[in-house]
Structures are given as C-alpha cells and as structure tokens.
C-alpha cells in the first residue's frame, strides 16, 4: 500500500519516511495538492510552530484538498504538529485557527516541568487507542519534543495520555484520523509498531 506524506516545509520528513518503508509501505513524500486529494493513506508530520504550519499548508494550496482528503473519512496520521493542527485553534505565541477537525485547543504544557517536553516518556492508551496501539503495552516509553499540548473538547477523542506536569494527551483518534505528539519515527520499536498499525489500519478502511 502507498502512504502519502505530506511535505509542506516543516518537519523530519525523510525519517517519517524511512520508518514506513521499515515496514513494508511504498510512500511518496510530495507537496502537490492533487497528490494530496488522491491519496489511499495520509501521514502529515510536522515539527515548529503551528502559525507557520497554517502558512505554509495554505501557501502552498494544501489546505483545500487536505480539508477534503479528511472530510471523506480517509486513513490520517498525524505527528507532533500535525497532530495539533487538526484542532480548532491555537494560543502558541498569539491565538491561531486550525483545521477545526477535531474540535478542542493547543495551549502550552503546565506545572512545574521543563520545557520543552524532551525525551523518553511513558504513554498509557486510553479505550479510543485500541487499534493505534494494538500489541504495544501500556507505558510503553515513546520520543517526545515539544512545548503545547492539545485539548480535545469531546473526551472520546483522547487514544491515550502521558504525565508530565499532569495528564496530558499524547495521542487522539477520531475515526480515521489518528494523531499523535510523540514521535514514532524516532521511538524504536514502539514507533514501528504503531507505524505498522496505522498501514495495516489503512488497508482495511
């Protein structure tokens, strides 16, 4: 099955890229709009600020055809930003509207913590992760980077939670679309494995 990663000036794409092809998917890593639209499964990764990330989606003429990719229930993975923009806005340095899919906020990490979040952490699946984490324990440790975090409004949405300065969300589903902080490219094994299910999600849709 052929991924399709989005490539719109932000983010480790080549690695998102090896990481699927580690298990067995062809992929095309592109910034054409009509790729976009025509794509079997979407992984949209993405590392920086989200303003940018709603620049460079709309500069580019990604926006549209993304909007329309999600609207008809087609197979999404997003990664770190591209998780945080599927919400329906931001407080990252100014207040930023998203793609409002998933409707709730990104707001900055809280408690006595360091930011940015860095390094290894633990991630407990919630009920809603039940196919993106298929055959990863719980607390399985996961790469994380960043400074926000997102708040889904609806509950159900939450796929699994990781502590640090409190609970926060580490993962979201909403159908098809799956969406992540951590970075599974970058989490051995683990990562791999959610990789793995995301394609094989894909080709069962």
């Known amino acids: 099955m052929k991924v399709t990663i989005a490539?719109?000036?932000?983010?480790?794409?080549?690695?998102?890229?090896?990481?699927?092809?580690r298990v067995g998917a062809e992929t095309l890593r592109t910034g054409d709009p009509k790729d976009i639209s025509r794509a079997e499964a979407l992984a949209v990764p993405g590392v920086g600020a989200f303003r940018q990330a709603m620049v460079n989606?709309?500069?580019?003429?990604?926006?549209?055809?993304?909007?329309?990719?999600?609207?008809?229930?087609?197979?999404?993975?997003?990664i770190c930003l591209g998780m945080q923009i599927l919400f329906s806005e931001s407080l990252e340095y100014g207040h930023h509207s998203g793609?409002?899919?998933?409707?709730?906020?990104?707001?900055?990490?809280?408690?006595?913590?360091k930011i940015p979040h860095m390094?290894?952490?633990r991630v407990e699946p919630e009920p809603a992760g039940s196919e993106m984490f298929n055959g990863i324990p719980g607390g399985e440790f996961f790469y994380?980077?960043?400074?926000?975090c997102a708040v889904p409004r609806e509950p159900d949405a939450v796929a699994a939670v990781?502590?640090?300065?409190?609970?926060?969300?580490?993962?979201?589903?909403?159908?098809?679309?799956w969406g992540v902080q951590f970075h599974p490219e970058k989490s051995a094994a683990p990562g791999l494995k959610l990789i793995e299910n995301f394609l094989k999600f894909s080709e069962e849709a």
């Open 7 to 21: 490539d719109y000036g932000l983010g480790n794409i080549t690695s998102v890229q090896r990481a699927f092809e």
């Open 57 to 78: 989606l709309e500069r580019l003429g990604l926006t549209a055809p993304l909007m329309d990719y999600l609207s008809r229930g087609r197979p999404y993975l997003g």
């Open 99 to 113: 793609l409002d899919i998933i409707p709730g906020r990104v707001g900055k990490i809280t408690g006595d913590v």
């Open 119 to 121: 390094g290894w952490n």
């Open 144 to 148: 994380f980077d960043h400074s926000f």
């Open 162 to 177: 990781t502590e640090y300065g409190g609970s926060i969300v580490s993962a979201v589903s909403d159908g098809k679309i």
